[in-house]
């Protein structure tokens, strides 16, 4: 590091107690690489020695010139146990010299981005993963298979009865059955896979995309960040100011934002009614949303909902448990 094994005050010249100015420094730098330039050395005895010299005077002349960096070597030759310190220093310095910090960022930006895909994909996966074995979704998948099982026995009984030609030999009641559970569970796996295509996670366990990725979102900020601008400067004006009544489209885009969903997400989690009555009550309100959630609870789970109520007047201070 730095000048090892001499001391770069000595290979200019100076004593480190002599506190050379950089004016002094400069002059014997200049002086010393006059004489020691490959060009005045070439018929020397030992022209590699003058051009290792010459080398070893501009690199103790860059330690010294430096306030940073002759503040750093001085703190080397006073401490030296702080061995890893000491090269922590000196190895940034260095390299970071001859880095481009633009491209710096813009492998930090790329790290960062790839990193943030890797965590968004296995958050989702496990999500999903979490909903696949959920009992309401395995519920879902034996209603079903029994639907489509007694369509598909309906039809086989149809077929059957209209046909003319004999019935051959009927199979072992064993045979039957490993064919029948073979074929339940062949059906029963059919329709997980079909359901398990349709199941949509939003919010912070949502699929990553390109979109949301921290690279995609520094390209784009000369256009969004404007425009938002904007948006708040309109809707300040508009709503604040003048006292405007709320569209429709506004109303939807508060609720999304307070239920922290994507644009769109909430036809796919509310039925129309719902939706008008969220719109109604005003549900970007927090106190509003919460009126909601529990009357929807209500509809959806009467038997339960009793349960509610009488554990809420026994507990009126305590956060619900449903």
């Known amino acids: 590091m730095y000048c090892d094994p001499e001391d770069c005050y000595r290979v200019l010249g100076f004593y480190r107690y002599d506190y050379p100015s950089d004016q002094d420094i400069k002059k014997a730098y200049r002086k010393l690489s006059r004489e020691l330039h490959p060009d005045r050395n070439k018929n020397s005895k030992d022209p590699q020695k003058a051009n290792e010299d010459f080398a070893r005077v501009g690199r103790a002349y860059e330690v010294l010139i430096n306030k940073d960096t002759r503040a750093e070597y001085d703190h080397y030759m006073d401490h030296p146990e702080e061995v890893m310190m000491n090269r922590y220093r000196y190895y940034t310095r260095v390299y970071a010299a001859k880095s481009d910090w ?8 790329i790290a960062l981005s790839a990193l943030q895909y890797l965590l968004q994909h296995t958050m989702h996966q496990n999500a999903r993963k979490e909903i696949l074995k959920s009992e309401r979704f395995l519920k879902e ?75 995609v979102r520094i390209i784009k900020l000369p256009y969004t960040f404007p425009k938002t601008i904007w948006f708040h400067t309109d809707w300040y004006i ?25 644009e769109g997400a909430i036809d796919d989690e509310f039925t129309p009614e719902e939706k008008e009555e ?37 507990n009126p201070d305590e956060p619900s448990p449903f």
């Open 102 to 109: 633009r491209l710096v960022v813009v492998g930090w930006t």
């Open 238 to 262: 508009r709503h604040t100011l003048r006292g405007e009544p709320l569209s429709r489209a506004e109303k939807i885009l508060l609720l999304t934002q307070a239920m922290h969903m994507p």
């Open 141 to 215: 998948v034996k209603r079903v298979t029994q639907e489509r099982l007694q369509a598909k026995n309906a039809e086989n009984a149809t077929t059957s009865n209209g046909s003319t030609k004999p019935e051959r030999r009927k199979k072992k009641k064993g045979a039957a059955a490993k064919e029948e559970t073979a074929a339940l569970e062949s059906l029963e796996k059919e329709v997980s896979d079909e359901l398990a295509q349709e199941v949509k996670i939003e919010g912070g366990y949502s699929k990553p995309t390109l979109q949301g990725l921290l690279i």
């Open 278 to 314: 969220l719109i109604e009550m005003e549900c970007w309100h927090r106190e509003n949303m919460s009126k909601f959630q529990e009357l929807r609870f209500k509809r959806k789970y009467p038997e339960r909902y009793k349960q509610y109520l009488r554990w809420k007047k026994a």
